[in-house]
């Protein structure tokens, strides 16, 4: 066997693996709420959590995963204008049409396994309703 062909193989066999445990992941919510939150929110709150100094909030010790528990379904979906806050930076937290109820969710309760681990997890019931009455802003930019 030519080593093109040997490499080719490799590539086929590595492609398949990776379907596959992708296949094995869905099951698991939590595992589907890192890969969420890896695609949607690291970008700016960075994979431990931390921000960006100034300019993007820590999400590690933050009042949404605490008193204002209710608000964050709607904070990730609708975003927020830096309105209120200290950081120096005109930035916003976008808006997220694309993520689901049950993803929004799952990429809570991964935030909860990883920075808050004393939380209880949240349900989809609390989710859903959260999400009914979200202050709609308006004018936002959307993704
Ligand atoms: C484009 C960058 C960006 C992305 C992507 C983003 N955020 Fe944000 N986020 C921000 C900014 C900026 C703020 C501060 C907004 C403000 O206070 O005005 C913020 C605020 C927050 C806060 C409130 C922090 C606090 O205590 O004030 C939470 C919680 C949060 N984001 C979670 C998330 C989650 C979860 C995701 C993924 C689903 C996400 N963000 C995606 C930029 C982003």
């Not at 209120?84 to 005109?90: E, L, R």
């Not at 396994?113 to 802003?137: G, H, S």
Request: charged share 15%.
């Amino acid at each position: 066997m030519s080593k093109m062909m040997i490499l080719i193989l490799a590539i086929m066999l590595v492609g398949i693996a990776s379907t596959m445990t992708l296949q094995s992941c869905n099951d698991n919510t939590y595992v589907q709420g890192a890969r969420l939150y890896t695609f949607h929110c690291a970008n700016c709150h960075m994979e431990d959590g931390s921000g960006l100094e100034n300019v993007i909030p820590s999400i590690i010790e933050s009042k949404y995963f605490g008193a204002k528990l209710d608000s964050l379904p709607c904070l990730i979906r609708h975003g927020k204008a830096n309105l209120t806050t200290s950081h120096s930076m005109m930035v916003d937290m976008p808006v997220n049409y694309q993520m689901t109820e049950y993803e929004i969710n799952n990429v809570i309760n991964h935030i909860f396994v990883t920075w808050y681990p004393d939380r209880e997890a949240v349900t989809i019931q609390d989710t859903k309703k959260n999400l009914k009455d979200c202050p709609v802003p308006a004018m936002r930019y959307g993704q």
